[in-house]
């Protein structure tokens, strides 16, 4: 059973940045694929961005270019740094993580999810 806690999120002003961090109570954590997930108030839970095992990132099209993934396998540790937020961005964000053929950009097949981390981003 792996355990993931997410911190990092705040109030920030559009057009800030800041940083999520995922954090894995499993030293295997490097063999999973984690991926980041965010549920807007009143909407489903949506996509974000997911890292494989062996390092390459997926990006939803709205984060494109002003979100990256990454992952510190010495840490058991997977970073989402979110730059030109705008209040779009606002949202629980949560990190998940599982074992599968190749990355997935909704909920299944991710086994494990963290209590998720809130983003308000201010006009």
């Known amino acids: 059973q792996v355990q993931l806690v997410e911190s990092g999120g705040g109030l920030v002003q559009a057009g800030g940045s800041l940083r999520l961090s995922c954090a894995a109570s499993?030293?295997?954590?490097?063999?999973?694929?984690v991926g980041w997930f965010r549920q807007a108030p009143g909407k489903d839970r949506e996509f974000v961005a997911a890292i494989a095992w062996t390092g390459k990132a997926y990006y939803s099209d709205s984060v494109k270019g002003r979100f990256t993934i990454s992952r510190e396998n010495a840490e058991n540790a997977v970073y989402l740094q979110m730059n030109s937020l705008n209040t779009e961005d606002t949202g629980v964000y949560y990190c998940a993580a599982g074992h599968m053929v190749a990355v997935a950009f909704r909920e299944y097949p991710y086994d494990y999810w963290g209590q998720g981390t809130q983003l308000t981003v201010s006009s």
């Open positions: 499993d030293s295997t954590f490097s063999t999973y694929t």
